[in-house]
């Protein structure tokens, strides 16, 4: 294994807080763990040399390579099944009440490899059921990361991730593909989300404002300061009414946050 010195651990440290929010000031050993190999299969024999060229290339692939190594992008259908009880309790009997356009505008903020967002279409189709029609319920879902994206796109998913998925859900929603155990989403839920690259470092820009935001377990990364700044746009993008959900090991601070606290990672804007 590679080691990198405290200086170019520091600019490497400094690029990916400036430019992604991920804050790695306490991750020497995990970058080393992570980079040293992916390094010299690149052709470095030293970290000085890939961060003098990483910083000075910034290629999106090399970018993408290392975003990669050093976030985990752990997740699996209905993770955290508490939040997806309330928006199918709570969230959507209020949406469905108020939006006379039939216009739902949701965001899945750092979708990762596709299955929140994909989770949140089945139980939009499962609330609305015959009605799913006369409603605009599409998910819009982001990621940094393309490789993430790709995949999300892809939709091929195996049994741990759909361990939680109801029986019947699975039958409906999925398609066996000629691979054992593994399955693919099915037109009606996958042409319902929208998939975009997305920095959520950069403004929020969108021609919607958000009835609901799911941005969760992605802060863990950010330092306070980060986290801060970004709920703020956050809360510019939230229709009135409107929710932020984030991930249930995230917590917000009742009193900087505009947000209203409802319920553990649950947060409204009055």
């Known amino acids: 294994m590679l080691t990198i010195a405290d200086s170019d651990f520091t600019r490497l440290v400094s690029f990916v807080k400036q430019n992604y929010g991920i804050d790695l000031s306490k991750k020497k050993q995990l970058i080393m763990g992570r980079l040293s190999t992916p390094i010299m299969t690149m052709g470095f024999t030293s970290f000085k040399d890939y961060v003098d060229y990483l910083l000075k290339s910034k290629k999106p692939e ?3 390579l ?8 752990y997740t699996y259908f209905m993770r955290e099944e508490a939040h997806f009880k309330f928006f199918t309790d709570t969230i959507l009997p209020y949406l469905e009440t108020k939006k006379k356009d039939r216009v739902l505008s949701i965001w899945s903020a750092g979708c990762s490899s596709g299955e929140e967002p994909y989770t949140i279409s089945m ?12 409603w605009d319920t599409r998910v819009l879902a982001t990621d940094i990361s393309q490789n993430a994206l790709t995949a999300a796109q892809n939709a091929v998913y195996d049994e741990n991730s759909l361990r939680e998925v109801p029986p019947q859900w699975k039958s409906k929603y999925f398609a066996k593909t000629s691979q ?5 989403v099915a037109p009606m839920i996958k042409n319902n989300v929208i998939f975009r690259t997305f920095n959520l470092m950069t403004p929020i820009q969108f021609k919607l404002k958000f009835d609901v935001i799911f941005c969760r377990n992605v802060m863990i990364y950010f330092d306070q300061d980060t986290k801060e700044a970004l709920v703020n746009r956050f809360f510019q993008a939230t229709n009135p009414g409107g929710y932020l959900l984030i991930g249930h090991s995230e917590s917000l601070n009742k009193e900087t946050t ?3 606290y409802l319920q553990p990672a649950t947060y409204r804007k009055e």
């Open 62 to 64: 090399d970018l993408e």
């Open 258 to 260: 505009p947000y209203k």
């Open 180 to 184: 054992p155990g593994v399955y693919t």
């Open 66 to 73: 290392m975003l990669n190594k050093l976030t985990t992008n």
């Open 123 to 134: 139980i939009l189709k499962e609330y609305f059921g015959s009605k799913a029609g006369a």
